[in-house]
């Protein structure tokens, strides 16, 4: 991770603008190119721009570590320390028994570990039909219970990709949840964020069901043992073939009605969109054009009320979108 320090090019742009309730959302290229980078695979935690990076208000459930010991070649560490039964996961057993290589290898996961709060490391096992098509596992206590679960892309070799929950029980990893697969081999889905979208109290699963054709938009929140879909929106994208991103897509009150939004890319990933529930039902509440393709992280800060995010474009160029 970069050096910390005040991104000054954006929040002297945003403190210079006068924000109203009435304003329209706006982009301000920033001075210099550069790569945008960010720590944490669900929330991006810092965004940098060539030397200098600010760090979001947002703590995140987990961050990234290290490269994960006997993992994928590009894959690393999640985590926490904010759950007690686990600290860490990570996939295991790199396997090529699926060349879909959607994330720009053949090399899948053929399993999951996790480290507990005592230090013991316990391993899941796929079966060979199944692969973890993802770089990084997400934490996060889906059932608001205390404890931690695990938040995974699992793919069919014939069915495509579903968002699949693991939990720890009786000592052993265990399978808790998962969404139907797509339906077909070679299509996958981008988890795009873990928040209380809804405003009910309970986190939930947002993903871009194949982004890469026209993606659809869809929420999951846990119930029991089952994952229950609460919202739909299609021409979606969050993610480009061959990427190792997934993280185009950050998390926000964009409305100010006290419940988080969505901000990510249209299907053409050339146009930013902000969605998020209203009286309990999804909507578009923003969208604004881009010069270029979104192909780097999403990363949020805040000023005042509205937040400020920063973008990256595929001209290498970075941007305020701010309002």
């Known amino acids: 991770m970069a050096k910390l320090s005040i991104f000054a090019a954006a929040t002297a742009l945003i403190f210079a603008l006068p924000i109203t309730a009435q304003a329209e959302w706006k982009i301000k290229r920033l001075t210099g190119k550069g790569s945008i980078k960010t720590s944490g695979a669900l929330h991006p935690a810092v965004s940098c721009s060539g030397p200098t990076c600010f760090r979001s208000k947002e703590r995140p459930f987990f961050e990234e570590g290290m490269p994960a010991p006997n993992g994928l070649p590009d894959g690393k560490i999640a985590q926490t320390h904010r759950y007690k039964n686990i600290t860490q996961t990570w996939y295991i057993l790199p396997t090529k028994r699926y060349d879909h290589g959607i994330l720009g290898d053949t090399i899948e996961a053929g399993g999951l570990a996790v480290k507990t709060g005592s230090g013991k490391v316990i391993t899941f096992n796929l079966p060979k039909t199944q692969v973890f098509e993802d770089r990084i596992p997400r934490i996060a206590d889906l059932?608001?219970?205390?404890?931690?679960?695990?938040?995974?892309?699992?793919?069919s070799i014939s069915k495509g990709a579903s968002i699949a929950i693991y939990e720890l029980k009786n000592g052993a990893l265990v399978s808790k949840a998962k969404t139907p697969f797509i339906g077909r081999s070679n299509r996958w889905l981008n988890i795009a964020g873990i928040a209380d979208f809804n405003g009910d109290g309970r986190l939930d699963i947002a993903g871009v069901w194949t982004p890469h054709i026209g993606g659809t938009l869809k929420f999951w929140t846990l119930r029991g043992n089952s994952l229950k879909n609460i919202g739909s929106m299609s021409d979606f994208s969050n993610h480009f073939i061959g990427s190792r991103e997934q993280r185009l897509s950050a998390i926000a009150d964009v409305d100010l009605n006290g419940t988080l939004d969505l901000?990510?890319?249209?299907?053409?990933?050339?146009?930013?969109?902000?969605v998020g529930f209203v009286k309990g039902r999804l909507k578009q509440l923003a969208s604004l054009k881009l010069p270029r393709q979104i192909d780097k992280a999403i990363a949020v800060t805040r000023q005042e009320k509205y937040p400020i995010f920063t973008i990256g474009l595929s001209d290498d160029t970075s941007h305020a979108v701010f309002r």
Do not use: N, Q, Y
Not at 263 to 274: E, F, H, K
């Open 143 to 155: 059932d608001g219970d205390g404890k931690a679960e695990i938040i995974t892309i699992l793919s």
């Open 263 to 274: 901000t990510l890319p249209s299907a053409g990933r050339d146009v930013l969109r902000m």
